[in-house]
């Protein structure tokens, strides 16, 4: 018997499982990952940067847990020396009708404390920016890149060291619940526990759903694509370079990323994928894509947003069109500077009336905590949802 099972090895899992543990150690823990290896998904496909708060609703779980997770983050960086690097970005205004929406911004980075920031004219911009085209800027200090995939091994393993047991190669296939107990079955073995905490990433509606006979939400797969600066064209970005995002569309759009290990990433662009785990263009699962497709809210996202979909998916499969969207930061970037590179796929939720989800969802009941909502900032804030999560959880062990 277990305590808690907690099933999904990403980084929202992980920083669950190593906050219960470091809160109560005496707990009974299981930690459930279904591949041979943790954080081979969303984050082991991130593109390592640490966010600051700027773009989320005061108030909001995005906003409360970014910036707590943002000091969070960088305390325990320091305490087991994972290189991080506060390198700062630029927000840019490349047309007229978004510079509205960044005096908005800086509004709001402002309302969520981050008194550094620096609204920026034209030649501001170059001293930080040579290279940008743009009318007006937004310098934020906080930003920085780290690799979170060593972040989340050090949680395993500090985990691990606290007594805690990760268990891989369990998907997860059924939940049967009793007065006291519930029993994880997975594909090879079953496990009995007091409570469950569903990080599950892509797949945490369908765990959510096994409990629940009709939760209000549905993930829907969206593909990033990257392409990566050659060498020789790095010195074209010195920060992280930030379009104004579309404040209907829950996507930062195409950006520039310095990486930890020196390279620079360019992107992602956002495309629907035809399967949750669909890391190429031509990945499909035909029940996926079905349970996708019939969903009422995705129907009505579909309706909404096709302009800006079918602009992503031009960018999908053009070059030129990739290219081209880079261009309106950068203008020296050509289609030759650019090298195919990896893929993520970002679990959104989705409501049943066509909302895509812009917070954190955490949904509990009687036997489990589900974590159904947790895209990017999600990396940056891991350990505050781990600790709001734990606190959750510990609740029912301190009764």
Same mark, same amino acid.
């Not at 950006?255 to 190429?280: L, R």
């Not at 030759?336 to 959104?348: K, N, S």
């Given at each position: 018997m277990q305590d808690i099972v907690i099933i999904g090895g990403g980084i929202v899992g992980l920083a669950t499982a190593f906050k219960l543990k470091e809160a109560n150690p005496?707990?009974?823990? #299981?930690?459930?990952?279904?591949?041979?290896?943790?954080?081979?998904?969303?984050? /082991? @496909? %991130?593109? /390592?940067?640490?966010?600051?708060?700027?773009?989320?609703?005061?108030?909001?779980?995005? !906003?409360? @847990? $970014?910036?707590? /997770?943002?000091?969070?983050?960088?305390?325990? !960086?320091?305490?087991? @020396? *994972?290189?991080?690097?506060? $390198?700062?970005?630029?927000?840019? !205004? #490349?047309?007229?009708?978004?510079?509205?929406?960044?005096?908005?911004?800086?509004?709001?980075?402002?309302?969520? /404390?981050? #008194?550094?920031?620096?609204?920026?004219? *034209?030649?501001?911009?170059?001293?930080?920016?040579?290279?940008? %085209?743009?009318?007006?800027?937004?310098?934020?200090?906080?930003?920085?890149?780290i690799d979170y995939v060593k972040v989340a091994e050090k949680m395993a393993e500090l985990f691990k060291n606290n007594g805690g047991i990760i268990e891989l190669n369990q998907k997860v296939i059924d939940i049967k619940n009793n007065a006291e107990s519930s029993t994880v079955i997975s594909s090879t073995n079953s496990f009995e526990t007091k409570l469950i905490i569903n990080c599950a990433g892509l797949y945490s509606d369908k765990i959510a759903a096994i409990n629940k006979d009709k939760i209000n939400l549905r993930i829907i797969p969206f593909r990033g694509e990257y392409f990566l600066l050659k060498p020789e064209k790095r010195y074209l970005v010195k920060t992280l370079i930030y379009p104004v995002p579309d404040p209907n569309f829950p996507f930062l759009g195409v950006h520039f990323t310095n990486m930890i290990g020196g390279d620079v990433e360019c992107g992602p662009n956002a495309v629907f994928a035809f399967k949750k785990e669909g890391y190429k263009l031509f990945d499909f699962d035909f029940t996926e894509f079905w349970e996708s497709i019939t969903w009422p809210g995705f129907q009505k996202v579909a309706i909404k947003y096709w302009k800006t979909g079918l602009g992503e998916y031009k960018r999908s499969f053009s070059k030129t069109a990739f290219t081209k969207a880079l261009q309106r930061l950068i203008p020296e970037i050509q289609k030759d500077d650019l090298i195919p590179t990896h893929a993520g796929v970002r679990a959104q939720a989705c409501d049943r009336d066509g909302g895509l989800l812009d917070d954190f969802a955490i949904i509990e009941d009687k036997y489990i905590i589900n974590v159904c909502n947790a895209p990017s900032p999600a990396a940056t804030s891991s350990l505050s949802i781990g600790k709001t999560v734990s606190e959750m959880a510990l609740k029912r062990f301190n009764n």
């Amino acid at each position: 018997m277990q305590d808690i099972v907690i099933i999904g090895g990403g980084i929202v899992g992980l920083a669950t499982a190593f906050k219960l543990k470091e809160a109560n150690p005496d707990l009974k823990i #299981t930690l459930l990952e279904k591949e041979s290896e943790l954080v081979k998904h969303q984050t /082991g @496909n %991130n593109s /390592g940067v640490i966010h600051s708060g700027l773009y989320y609703k005061p108030g909001s779980l995005k !906003a409360i @847990n $970014c910036i707590n /997770g943002y000091n969070m983050l960088l305390d325990f !960086a320091n305490q087991h @020396n *994972i290189k991080y690097n506060l $390198c700062g970005k630029v927000v840019v !205004a #490349t047309m007229p009708k978004e510079i509205e929406r960044l005096e908005n911004l800086y509004k709001r980075g402002i309302e969520n /404390g981050l #008194t550094k920031i620096k609204k920026l004219n *034209i030649n501001e911009l170059k001293e930080i920016e040579p290279h940008v %085209n743009g009318l007006e800027g937004l310098y934020v200090p906080y930003t920085g890149i780290i690799d979170y995939v060593k972040v989340a091994e050090k949680m395993a393993e500090l985990f691990k060291n606290n007594g805690g047991i990760i268990e891989l190669n369990q998907k997860v296939i059924d939940i049967k619940n009793n007065a006291e107990s519930s029993t994880v079955i997975s594909s090879t073995n079953s496990f009995e526990t007091k409570l469950i905490i569903n990080c599950a990433g892509l797949y945490s509606d369908k765990i959510a759903a096994i409990n629940k006979d009709k939760i209000n939400l549905r993930i829907i797969p969206f593909r990033g694509e990257y392409f990566l600066l050659k060498p020789e064209k790095r010195y074209l970005v010195k920060t992280l370079i930030y379009p104004v995002p579309d404040p209907n569309f829950p996507f930062l759009g195409v950006h520039f990323t310095n990486m930890i290990g020196g390279d620079v990433e360019c992107g992602p662009n956002a495309v629907f994928a035809f399967k949750k785990e669909g890391y190429k263009l031509f990945d499909f699962d035909f029940t996926e894509f079905w349970e996708s497709i019939t969903w009422p809210g995705f129907q009505k996202v579909a309706i909404k947003y096709w302009k800006t979909g079918l602009g992503e998916y031009k960018r999908s499969f053009s070059k030129t069109a990739f290219t081209k969207a880079l261009q309106r930061l950068i203008p020296e970037i050509q289609k030759d500077d650019l090298i195919p590179t990896h893929a993520g796929v970002r679990a959104q939720a989705c409501d049943r009336d066509g909302g895509l989800l812009d917070d954190f969802a955490i949904i509990e009941d009687k036997y489990i905590i589900n974590v159904c909502n947790a895209p990017s900032p999600a990396a940056t804030s891991s350990l505050s949802i781990g600790k709001t999560v734990s606190e959750m959880a510990l609740k029912r062990f301190n009764n």
